[in-house]
């Protein structure tokens, strides 16, 4: 299998190739003043962005697949088994790892904003379903004979 044998190539030898050359290249100039998030020490994360690196980085959405898979027979009669699972936290995870631009995605309080919205929406249909239900029995009861 090749995955694991890129796997140690890259720890043991890119890895270290690539930050010597970024210490070196930070260190001389060349990138012009830095973001904030490299700070003093001119560090980087190192990330892989070709096909067999994403390839890798699939093995957990794989995994989270496998478990619905597996899981949605039981959550069928015992749907607190999905209390488990932080679907988020699925999502944004899957997101990063298929390499969707985190600018695409909706910021976590403008997502708890639009499931406010939603439940705000339910409840308010609720409401308007339990009055229409009161005043169809108030009708109902007033047109009955002997009512009143």
């Known amino acids: 299998m090749i995955g694991p044998q890129t796997a140690r190539l890259e720890s043991e030898l890119l890895d270290g190739l690539i930050e010597t050359a970024w210490i070196l290249m930070f260190k001389a100039g060349a990138f012009g003043q830095p973001p904030g998030s490299i700070g003093q020490a001119g560090r980087a994360a190192i990330s892989y962005l070709g096909a067999l690196a994403r390839a890798q980085r699939l093995g957990p959405v794989r995994a989270v697949a496998d478990a619905f898979t597996l899981l949605g027979p039981i959550a069928g009669f015992r749907p607190d088994v999905l209390d488990l699972i932080d679907a ?11 390499g969707v631009p985190e600018r695409l995605l909706r910021a976590p ?17 609720a409401q308007l379903d339990a009055n229409l239900a009161i005043a169809d029995r108030v009708a109902k009861f007033q047109t009955e004979p002997g009512a009143g």
């Open 109 to 125: 309080d403008a997502v708890q904003g639009i499931r406010q919205d939603r439940a705000d929406q339910a409840a308010a249909t």
């Open 88 to 98: 988020d936290a699925i999502a944004r995870e899957t997101f990063a790892v298929l």
